[in-house]
Nanobody, 113 residues
């Protein structure tokens, strides 16, 4: 059974940083494409970052240059480093196994002064 458990969300001021973590079990993050999506109430979910099994990364235009996705194969964990956060980054962030279409339970990120 695949489980993706996110952590690291919280309240941060505009311009601040957060690092989200996604601890995976039942799947191997280095073998699958993994990603982070976010959802704002009333809006569609947005895939903001992905990392392929080969290590290639892609980002939504809205976060390019500010967010970085990475993984630690030994810990079977995927990360999302978020810098220069803006109020419009406020959302629930979900870790995803893109190959097998599994989602984590989500973690809330709130950017507000």
């Amino acid at each position: 059974q695949v489980q993706l458990v996110e952590s690291g969300g919280g309240l941060v001021q505009p311009g601040g940083s957060l690092r989200l973590s996604c601890a995976a079990s039942g799947t191997i993050v280095s073998r699958n494409a993994m990603g982070w999506s976010r959802q704002v109430p009333g809006k569609q979910r947005e895939l903001v970052a992905s990392i392929s099994s080969g290590g290639g990364t892609n980002y939504a235009d809205s976060v390019k240059g500010r967010f970085t996705i990475s993984r630690n194969n030994a810990k079977n964990t995927v990360y999302l480093q978020m810098n220069s956060l803006k109020p419009e980054d406020t959302a629930v962030y979900y870790c995803r196994d893109l190959l097998q279409n599994y989602w984590g339970q989500g973690t809330q990120v709130t950017v507000s002064s």
